[in-house]
């Protein structure tokens, strides 16, 4: 269960980094290309992307629940999330 937390975990911050990285090239579009089709393109990849990490934020906070309520439950140490306590 941690491993599947980690790689939600990983799968949020891969997405957060996407945004930056379109939020980044429609700075640079704004001062100097005004390319209209790429400010569209990019509009609608950031939207979608938002939507995306806010998915991801709920399937992690409800997994991570699950896993906490699993290993209180069964008594289980989850602390810390390591490799060699993945489940």
Request: charged share 30%.
């Amino acid at each position: 269960m941690n491993k599947v937390v980690r790689e939600l975990e990983d799968l949020q911050n891969s997405q957060t980094a996407l945004i930056t990285k379109i939020s980044q090239i429609e700075v640079d579009n704004m001062n100097g290309l005004n390319d209209s089709y790429l400010e569209k393109q990019l509009d609608d990849m950031h939207a979608k992307i938002a939507d995306n990490v806010d998915t991801v934020n709920d399937i992690f906070s409800h997994f991570e629940g699950t896993r906490d309520e699993f290993a209180k439950a069964n008594n289980l140490d989850i602390d810390p999330v390591t490799d060699e306590s993945a489940s």
